[in-house]
């Protein structure tokens, strides 16, 4: 059974940095792309920062030039370094992947979610 799971986040100062990490488990072919995700209270879920399994990032206009996504392909987990922190980064934050079973589907995957709060 493929598993997503999430560590990191926590309570933060204003301008302070956390890093999340997300490992995927279980059996499967491979993993295409990866994603960042975060819901705020009373908000929709939007998107934060994508991977390809190429290393090609992408990032919403939000958290541009303070978070960076990357991935380790060997260890199945990708990473978001968040720096500079504000208090509208406060959120739940998932990992989602597209995982590719041995029978060649692709399914997408979600994390458990790990809270973010940017507060003094």
């Known amino acids: 059974q493929v598993q997503l799971v999430e560590s990191g986040g926590g309570l933060v100062q204003p301008g302070g940095s956390l890093a999340l990490s997300c490992a995927a488990s279980g059996s499967f072919s491979s993993i295409n792309a990866m994603a960042w995700y975060r819901q705020a209270p009373g908000k929709q879920r939007e998107l934060v920062a994508t991977?390809?399994?190429?290393?090609?990032?992408n990032y919403a206009d939000s958290v541009k030039g303070r978070f960076t996504i990357s991935r380790s392909n060997a260890n199945n987990t990708v990473y978001l370094q968040m720096n500079s922190l504000k208090p509208e980064d406060t959120a739940v934050y998932y990992c989602n992947a597209e995982i590719r079973s041995w029978r060649f589907r692709v399914d997408a995957y979600w994390g458990q979610g790990t809270q973010v709060t940017v507060s003094s």
């Open positions: 991977i390809t399994s190429g290393g090609n990032t």
